[in-house]
């Protein structure tokens, strides 16, 4: 919690929510690479290892980057505290605040070099403008 004070009037600023929680981002990033590991080095002991090279080794372990890495910053993302605003503030076409925040959100797709990333993006709309876009912490 973040405080300030203006004049007379002491203002407390709570941190925005989350979209998850750090055990649930944890546990979802273990479980993708689990599900990797367990392709290039399966627990069992009577599954054959596959590949014969360490050429073959390196596309394995490459794949298994390419699986946990996007993962990791999927939930990454969710964990910040302006991941998911509680308000739309002003609009960033005509500055006005009647703003309004749209129920539904958006699965964005990002290109990281690692692969594609999912994040979810919320909407507003602008009362006087009738302009749309995706909100942000100031």
């Given amino acids: 919690m973040v405080s300030y004070l203006v004049g007379v009037i002491r203002f407390k600023e709570e941190a925005m929510p989350a979209r998850t929680t750090r055990q649930q981002a944890r546990q979802r990033a273990i479980q993708a690479f689990m599900s990797s590991l367990d392709k290039i080095i399966p627990a ?3 599954v054959p290892l596959k590949g ?3 050429l073959d080794w390196e596309k394995q372990a490459e794949q298994l980057k390419r699986a946990v890495i996007p993962t990791v910053l999927e939930e990454r993302s969710a964990l910040e ?3 998911l605003v509680e308000s739309g503030g002003h609009c960033p076409y005509c500055g006005s605040d009647r703003v309004y ?4 959100t958006t699965p964005t797709e990002l290109h990281s070099p690692e692969g594609p990333v999912l994040v979810e993006r919320q909407h507003c709309r602008c009362r006087h403008c009738d302009g749309s876009f995706s909100p942000s912490k100031p």
């Fill in 52 to 54: 014969r090279t360490f």
């Fill in 44 to 46: 069992e002991e009577s």
């Fill in 81 to 83: 505290d302006n991941a």
């Fill in 101 to 104: 925040l749209e129920k539904q």
